[in-house]
Nanobody, 121 residues
Framework: QVQLAESGGGLVQAGGSLRLSCAAS????????FGWFRQAPGKEREFVLA???????SYADSVKGRFTISRDNAKNTVYLQMNSLKPEDTAVYYC???????????????WGQGTQVTVSS
């Protein structure tokens, strides 16, 4: 099981960009798939995007063309590049890891503590 720590959240104006990082501990980083989820106030946590152990990505329709997930196995880090941010992207963003092929369904074994992203209009 890996331990995860997100960073990079903050306040940004609509149309701006942010990059979140998720640093993972453990020697088996390359075996894991990773996902980003988010939870807005008063709403359930939702899937944003994921990357498999071999680099296959999946995206929620709401972020396609704006958000990108990537991984650096040498640095044990996963990234979430967010462009063209909208106020509705405001949420706490969570990094997650798992060995399942269905991370997008929340089938994960580890969660980070979350990082706040606020997009002002």
């Amino acid at each position: 099981q890996v331990q995860l720590a997100e960073s990079g959240g903050g306040l940004v104006q609509a149309g701006g960009s942010l990059r979140l990082s998720c640093a993972a501990s453990g020697r088996t980083f390359s075996s894991y798939g990773f996902g980003w989820f988010r939870q807005a106030p008063g709403k359930e946590r939702e899937f944003v995007l994921a990357i498999s152990w071999n680099g296959i990505t999946s995206y929620a329709d709401s972020v396609k063309g704006r958000f990108t997930i990537s991984r650096d196995n040498a640095k044990n880090t996963v990234y979430l590049q967010m462009n063209s941010l909208k106020p509705e992207d405001t949420a706490v963003y969570y990094c997650a890891a798992g060995l399942s092929s269905s991370i997008w369904r929340g089938e994960v074994s580890s969660w980070g503590q979350g990082t706040q992203v606020t997009v002002s209009s």
